[in-house]
């Protein structure tokens, strides 16, 4: 039989571009971009289109106060979504929320209502508001028993309804967020909507204090770019690791990886700019910005970047963005990884969450403008960020705590564990002499670089430089928490900066009533904080001895971060600031303790079958060709002329191979006896997972030594190089 890698190389080696029909208008001319975006949302200009000008008042005079619909008013608003939800050809609706896997979920619901003998089409302003999806097989973290079922979802109007499309059909999907029936929350986007409203409530009264009285709205921002790799579906098919987590959990290194940094910005493939081109036509037709594409560092993977957006759309819009991707590669006969780390050796993914807060004036309230040191705004904001994340930094860690996660944190390509403030020589300088009690320098604005070169323009020079190595960098306008994973949902990573900074602008209001003074305040907040910031290189090892010394929390594996969600201090703040009750933030701790065990689990059920599977077949086969080799050289040369160096080493590999086998066996066998959930995530952590990639090891030896046709699993060359 022939060996099913070399049937899935010549498939992927063969593949053309897709071709797809672009959006045409009735005369069979394309549309422009700015013609279709967002014809698949249900928008405020659609709603003005299908309602009186009294009736759009009062549900935009309701959102701008945070007030309920009223019945007659979303019965109004139902039947306008019914109407424009038939016209796109739509069967069926449903609410789309974010349960606490990380994923979304819909519970899909016809147009159809019992009506005598005849069956009635219609939709209700009750079935927009709420739904009742069964709860009980949602994670939960112990919040409540499993025979207690029953959950609600409920619409969120301030995220567009929109329509996902089918090969057979549309769906109308409401965005909505997620609670037990005693009110309990069970997603992730009811504590970020009220982590935004608690955020904009401090920002306000900050305002308020330095004098801005004309500030009633300030939103939290977020702009995040998505990293992911692409192999072709062929390879992925013959590697029930990567279907099944998503990531290599074998694999021998190719000679060739990202050492010549020839991938990132280089010529993006044939296929891969036609799946590209199709994503952003879905993006677009459902309202999401995208901005920016390119090939990143590794081989085979590429970022989309959105542009900003309130940071509940943000969050919706990214969930939608992970799907789509996943979506239209399997058009493009493609694979679509977001796993932090698919393949050892090189570059993982991450999601580079760019985060600034807006005022109701077109402000963004971290900019710092061409005078920064006279700016007591900035300074006011950029020093409440300071407390807040210098306070936090274990929350925050905690945040982007995932196993997948850890295999990037910190390994020259990821901000490390430790959290710590980039701001820039520029901000530096000013945050320094205000500490110090100095007059501050005089602002130069942007600068600019003279090249020598005649014909070019002259280059602007921004404020501050890019530390790619910081977890959490000023980057010119705004904050960028680089520490989030590719995998993950920002709606938790939003929820936590908003709540840090919240909770940095209630330290900063108390130094201001203690100084009676906004500058000596902002001059002490920036004292308090100073620990927090950092300018050098965070991957050294200097670094993390001297941010030991300047007490700043480092947790290196996650189970040891999601503690921080059980502290004191941090029951404290989310229940202080009306985000999460210690009941809630307890599920989200248990949620993610028992997220992380499962998937510690899986890879090593998956490893152990591959090797079972596939590697030893492999040696095996390679051994006994080996021993048939020595033989018939002794049979010719004579016994003092054989070569037994390769069966030799195979036979040892497959030695260590059963040896490393049984050590797992037993380290899992350990794990099941421990009963504690924290305990158990900890020996996963530091005994199970360093043991799977010992047993790795040994697996990736055997794979670089074994005759090519005995190897049945697709290799790391043909995966990143052979699409």
Known sequence: MSNPRYQAIQAATSRTPRTFEPLVDETGAPYSVDEYFGYRCFTKADMANRLPASTMNRFEGSLEEGKTLERDLANHIAHAVYQWALEQGATHFCHWFQPLTGATAEKHDGFIQLGGDE???????????????????FPNGGSRT???????????PSSPIFLMERENGSTLCIPSTFVSYFGNVLDSKTPLLRSMDTLEERAIELCTKLGETEVDKIIATAGPEQEYFLIDKAYAALR??????????????????????????????????AFMHEVEMELYSLGIPVKTRHNEVAPCQFEVAIVYSEANIAADHNQLVMEMLKRVASRHDFHCSLHEKPFKGVNGSGKHLNWSLADNLGRNLLDPTKTPST??????????????????AGLLRSAIGTYSNDFRLGANEAPPAIISVFLGDQLSRICDRLA???????????????????????????????????????????????AAGSSASVSFPLTCVNAA?????????????????VLEAIREGIRLSNPIRFEGDNYSDAWVEEAENRGLPHYRKTPHALAVLTHDSTIELFEGLGILSKLELSSQYHVKIEQYITHVTIEADILQQLVKQFVLPSAIAERTAACADVAAQSAVFGSDSTDKSHALAIHDLIQQLNSEQKTLETALRTNAGIKDEQAQAEHLALSVAPQMEALRDVCDNIESIVEDSRWRLPKYREMLFQN
């Open 501 to 517: 900074v919240a909770d940095g602008i209630e330290q900063l209001l108390a130094l201001i009533e203690e100084k009676e003074d």
């Open 119 to 137: 069956p009635i089409f219609s939709f209700s302003g009750s079935e927009l508001i709420q739904s009742e999806p069964d709860a009980s097989s």
């Open 436 to 482: 110090n009690g100095d007059d501050l320098p005089t602002d130069s604005g942007n600068s600019m670089l003279q090249l020598g070169v005649d014909g070019l323009p002259d280059l602007k020079q921004d404020t501050t430089d890019r530390n790619r190595t910081s977890p959490f960098a000023f980057t010119g306008n705004k904050f960028e928490f680089r």
């Open 146 to 156: 499993t025979f207690e079922a029953r959950g609600y979802t409920l619409w969120d």
């Open 240 to 273: 029930p690791d990567i279907l099944l987590t998503g990531r290599s959990v074998l694999g021998a290194s190719a000679p060739k990886g990202q050492s010549l940094d020839d991938h990132y910005f280089g010529s993006i493939p044939s296929r891969v700019a």
């Open 375 to 392: 700016n007591i705004r900035f300074l006011a904001f950029l020093t409440s960020v300071l407390l807040g994340v210098h306070r936090s």
